[in-house]
């Protein structure tokens, strides 16, 4: 199993635990904003297998709380279960990220108690999912069933959109609260751009914009917060 990127220790990535951060690379959604491009389009090489991860990983016994598995979209994987197994049996929680077009193979993840906490991007309100993620006549269905998945889950979970001026107004706002009504967490992170960003003609929300949209948001979801401003 090819890993795509590690950082060894990060306080952010796992609200309340000192982790590590597993980045795998493959993608099956093209957001026009996506940060980690070079994880989606196969630029990025491999800088180890799981047997190099499980080394350091042996070594982080009682240093580290948990790991953070992100992407590209770790649920593209078919070996992530056992992947996961082996990173529990050594004692760890285990965080994962996905883009929720993958319900069938994340309540498997969930029923079998291998997930601990479920960050799920939600990236636009659904008439406007295609465009935002680049694919032309996406169906939005699985997204629908992995929101339901989590929220009828025990599982802790987190649900977040980055904002990006060119693709976000207030409607975005309103119809993901009412698809969200009641979360337990919900996030608004302001796009930044950077070098490997696919459209370099997006731009990041102002800061009064962001406001507007929380609050919106709080209309359905109290506790939703801003993140990185």
Request: aromatic share 10%; hydrophobic share 35%; charged share 30%.
């Amino acid at each position: 199993m090819l890993i795509h990127g590690l950082q060894k220790m990060t306080l952010l990535d796992y609200p309340e635990n000192v982790a590590c951060t597993v980045f795998f690379g493959g993608c099956d959604l093209r957001c026009p904003y996506c940060h980690n491009f070079e994880l989606v389009d196969g630029t990025a090489e491999p800088i180890m297998d799981d047997e190099e991860f499980f080394s350091f990983l042996k070594k982080r016994v009682g240093l580290l709380d948990g790991v953070a598995i992100t992407g590209g979209e770790p649920l593209l994987r078919k070996d992530l279960p056992e992947f996961i197994r082996k990173i529990k049996e050594l004692g760890f929680k285990v965080k994962l990220d996905t883009n929720g077009n993958h319900p069938d193979e994340l309540k498997a993840l969930l029923d079998k108690g291998l997930v601990d906490y479920v960050a799920m991007d939600i990236k636009n309100s659904l008439p406007k999912y295609a465009v935002t993620i680049g694919l032309p006549d996406f169906d939005t269905s699985n997204i629908e069933r992995s929101i339901k998945i989590i929220m009828d889950s025990s599982v802790s979970y987190e649900f977040r959109t980055t904002v990006v001026k060119e693709l976000h107004d207030d409607s975005s706002f309103e119809a993901i609260g009412k698809m969200i009504r009641g979360a337990s967490h919900y996030y608004l992170q302001a796009f930044v751009s950077r070098e490997t960003v696919p459209n370099k003609n997006l731009s990041s929300p102002d800061p009064e914009e962001m406001d507007r949209y929380l609050k919106i948001a709080q209309k359905y979801v109290p506790g939703a917060q801003l993140r990185g401003m």
